[in-house]
């Protein structure tokens, strides 16, 4: 597609219920990455894959996330248990390459975000 | 640490030039990016600048960039109605390929 598209654009959901969120990266991008923003502050890091394996997950808050990509496209954050802190808009990235963030090939493109509120 | 710091108001009047600032912490960051969001959208790559050079001119946007006090500025001429957003600064802490992003600078343009 043109750019990283991300569904449900809103999730509304009660606390302790399941959510799914999905991402699209970029047609031909090998690297994706998810960030989660809450109000009023910048982007922060959660996870990223190389293809289908998570490369590095450090920023992943908890065991109640996962993030899966399996055939190296479309990716899925997963939350458990929800919690009403967990309420954020969570961003998905790509990038044509990946590597130790030195070449501009691994300029990250981002999409809309869905904005998930837990009640 | 990895820590990069932004005003978080600037207002200007339109047509002026505006310049938000920003510091960052790791100075092994090979590209700084400047994001723009508007309300209810995604992050937009508006810039950047690799880290052996002091200047980068994109049209009516100026990026400095001082690596000895690790200070970044974008310098918008001309403002318009149009550039009121929040502009992220973001670094990539060398051996990592995920960004570091400041709070955000919000920019208010007023006739």
């Known amino acids: 597609g043109a750019g990283v598209s991300q569904t449900p654009s809103n999730k509304v959901t009660e606390k302790g219920k399941y959510v799914e969120l999905r991402c699209d990266p970029i047609?031909?991008?090998?690297?994706l990455y998810w960030y989660r923003q809450s109000l009023g502050q910048g982007p922060e890091f959660l996870i990223y894959?190389?293809?289908?394996?998570?490369?590095?997950d450090s920023g992943l808050p908890n065991d109640r996330f996962f993030a899966v990509r399996p055939e190296g496209s479309v990716s899925t954050l997963k939350i458990q248990r929800t919690e009403r802190g967990d309420s954020a808009v969570y961003l998905c990235?790509?990038?044509?390459?990946?590597?130790?963030?030195?070449?501009?090939?691994?300029?990250?493109?981002f999409g809309p975000g869905t904005r998930l509120l837990v009640l | 640490g990895e820590d990069v710091e932004q005003s978080l108001f600037l207002s200007v009047r339109e047509g002026d030039s505006s310049v938000i600032n920003c510091t960052y912490t790791?100075?092994?960051?090979?590209?700084l990016y400047w994001y723009k969001q508007e309300p209810g959208a995604g992050l937009q790559l508006l810039t950047y600048?690799?880290?052996?050079?002091d200047m980068k001119q994109d049209q009516r946007l100026t990026v400095l960039l001082n690596k000895k006090d690790k200070h970044l500025s974008l310098r918008i001429a001309d403002t318009q109605t149009g550039d009121s957003a929040i502009y992220f600064c973001?670094?990539?802490?060398?051996?990592?390929?995920?960004?570091?992003f400041g709070a955000g600078t919000r920019l208010a343009v007023h006739p």
């Open positions: 047609s031909g991008h090998t690297a």
């Open positions: 973001a670094e990539t802490p060398g051996g990592y390929n995920k960004l570091i």
């Open positions: 894959f190389q293809g289908t394996g998570a490369a590095d």
């Open positions: 990235a790509s990038s044509l390459t990946y590597g130790t963030g030195t070449t501009f090939q691994e300029t990250q493109y």
């Open positions: 790791d100075s092994s960051s090979t590209y």
């Open positions: 600048i690799f880290s052996n050079m």
